[in-house]
């Protein structure tokens, strides 16, 4: 399968440039979604990012923005 390297905006992945696996249509997924697991007393968790285009060098791109709502 191929992949995409794509930037997250927001939340604890802020920053960061992941690969994301492409889907059917070769785009990104609309929701992504990462498992953390809990440590110790704290519960686990799942941060969810939602796709967003955002403007770039070479005309638009997709990335990734925190949802914190979710």
């Known amino acids: 399968m191929k992949s ?3 930037e997250f905006l ?3 992945l802020d920053g960061r440039v ?3 696996m492409l ?3 070769h785009t990104v ?3 992504y979604r990462v498992p953390v697991p809990g440590y110790h007393d704290t519960p686990p968790v799942t941060l ?3 796709r ?3 403007p770039g060098s070479k005309g ?3 990335c990734y923005a925190y949802d914190e709502q979710a």
């Open 48 to 50: 969810v990012y939602r």
């Open 18 to 20: 992941l690969p994301v």
């Open 52 to 54: 967003t285009k955002v």
């Open 60 to 62: 638009w791109r997709w």
């Open 23 to 25: 889907g059917v249509f």
């Open 29 to 31: 997924p609309k929701v």
């Open 10 to 12: 927001g939340g604890p």
């Open 4 to 6: 995409a390297e794509t």
